[in-house]
């Protein structure tokens, strides 16, 4: 288990490595002045020299590369140009929407897919499993932004149940600004529950082919029973693994839907950022959020441990 859980660490660092080498080289040759970039090309060369300095930009690569990583180790993202404010100032601010965001929508999806997926599981090759499947497919062919829009005729226009976008904040208080996730939270829900169930149908499919759930069905116990029980657990492991990505891809690939309904978290700033020109933040926040999916892989691995004792032994 030491063994198992030192590796899977040092590999998760390693790939912190690789990725800011990976940011840090991506801007690093972007044609062009960065601080001429930023600035525009209307700017003054005493402009632009002070923001060349503001960036460090005057010192030599691996130190800038060196600053750059002993900074974000310390929480200091720099200051973006266009807010003048920290970076960190707002990612905490942008963070306290897209993570609830995140988390409803991976509950969401998690609540949907698993029921169904058991279900076209346990009818497999009669016509639940078909229709299950077949909705399925046409959730995981939709856009999440075209059916947002469906939500918002619907829930917002048609009803006028929620809001139809933007974000109250939480002082207003934890009911509206639930309700004003509500439906970014299912068009992002819907799709990734449509994967999830697919996934979730053929790891129960390849687990109920296995000779101990023969053996406990040939003990008598009901079908339900077995499939809950003992099927389930044992097809956690690829179940866990699409969870993980999903709820990545839940935080760090929000920007459509978050500008669809005008949602001030990550997903927008990352948007904002690159029009504004504002490379500070866009490559702080794009490190973050790597950092964020890599921790999260993480975590899913370790989770294998727990879900499957043969990994404890190594």
Known sequence: MTAYLAQRFLIAVATLLVASLVVFAVLEVLPGDPARLMLGINATPDAVEALREQMGLNSPRPVRYLDWVAGMLSLDFGRSYTYSVPVIDLVAERIAVSLPLALISLVLSVAIAIPVGAFAAQRRGRAGDAVAMGAAQVGVAI??????????????????????????????????????LFLPAIALALPQAAILARV???????????????????????????????????????????????????????????NVFYLPGLGRLIFQAITQRDLIVVEGVVMLLVATVVVVNLLVDLSYAIVDPRLRTR
Do not use: C
Not at 149 to 172: M, N, T
Not at 205 to 220: Q, V
């Open 200 to 258: 979730t149908r053929s790891a129960l499919i390849e687990t109920l082919g296995e000779d101990y759930i023969r053996t406990a069905r040939a003990k008598g116990l009901p079908f339900g029973a077995v499939l809950w029980r003992h099927a389930l657990r044992n097809a956690l492991i690829p179940m866990l693994t699409i969870i993980g990505l999903q709820f990545s891809f839940l935080l760090a690939g929000t920007i459509i839907i978050e």
């Open 143 to 180: 856009p999440n932004f075209w059916f947002a829009l469906l939500l918002i005729y619907l829930f917002a226009v048609w009803l006028r149940l929620v809001p139809a976008g933007g974000f109250p904040g939480w002082s207003a208080g934890v009911w509206p600004a639930l309700k004003a």
